[in-house]
């Protein structure tokens, strides 16, 4: 059974770096899929992130694409993201999820989700 | 970016009620729609695939519905876990977009 669990900084300063990593377990990412990130500002709804395959390709939302980068480490089976530059309008829930390959691509699993609230 | 619609943003109902909440894509999105359902607190669970294929382990009084530009997700008897929100999410088209959501409520 695939898992997946969201790891970082809870409290990230105006301007700085936002920094995580989801560890997946039950499951290779080398062996497939797209992994990705979403992220989910208090009392509002979904926004995708961006998406990364085993190989190391990725596609980014085009609305924070300047300020994202994911990566994949498949010797520890986990990937990460880097938001930088980050305000207040970033604070959020984030959530990782492993997506589907094939048409149409679908947030198959998902992690518990962590809070990381951008403040000074 | 493909805008998807949700309606209504909320709704009120009893258990053993049918339930049903409309999501409509900005353009045509053929069938790839998909449901998800999240709880206070927890992350979105997936629910339906590709507008109508019920994901394995949900219950089958969810179903889905619909292509091109309208789709439909029907509970038919109302359950009191089912009690949340409902998302709606396109993958036609990257950046993959999701609707703003249905907050269900006991009436």
């Known amino acids: 059974q695939v898992q997946l669990q969201e790891s970082g900084p809870g409290l990230v300063k105006p301007s700085e770096t936002l920094s995580l990593t989801c560890a997946v377990s039950?499951?290779?990412?080398?062996?497939?899929?797209?992994w990705g990130w979403i992220r989910q500002p208090p009392g509002k709804g979904l926004e995708w992130i961006g998406s990364i395959y085993h190989s190391g390709s990725t596609y980014y939302n085009p609305s924070l694409k300047s300020r994202i980068t994911i990566s994949v480490d498949t010797s520890k089976n986990q990937f990460s993201l880097k938001l930088s530059s980050v305000t207040a309008a970033d604070t959020a829930v984030y959530y990782c999820?492993?997506?589907?390959?094939?048409?149409?691509?679908?947030?198959?699993?998902w992690g518990q989700g962590t809070l990381v609230t951008v403040s000074s | 970016d493909i805008q998807m619609t949700q309606s209504p943003s909320s709704l009120s109902a009893s258990v053993g009620d049918r339930v049903t909440i409309t999501c409509r894509a900005s353009q045509s999105i053929i069938s790839y729609l998909n449901w998800y359902q999240q709880k206070p607190g927890k992350a979105p669970k997936l629910l339906i695939y590709a507008a109508s294929s019920l994901q394995s382990g949900v219950p089958s009084r969810f179903s889905g519905s619909g292509s091109g530009t309208d789709f439909t997700l029907t509970i038919s008897s109302l359950q009191p876990e089912d009690f949340a929100t409902y998302y709606c999410q396109q993958s036609y088209s990257a950046p993959w977009t999701f609707g703003q959501g249905t907050k269900v409520e006991i009436k």
């Open positions: 999820a492993r997506l589907t390959v094939t048409p149409p691509e679908y947030f198959q699993h």
């Open positions: 039950g499951y290779s990412i080398s062996s497939g899929y797209y």
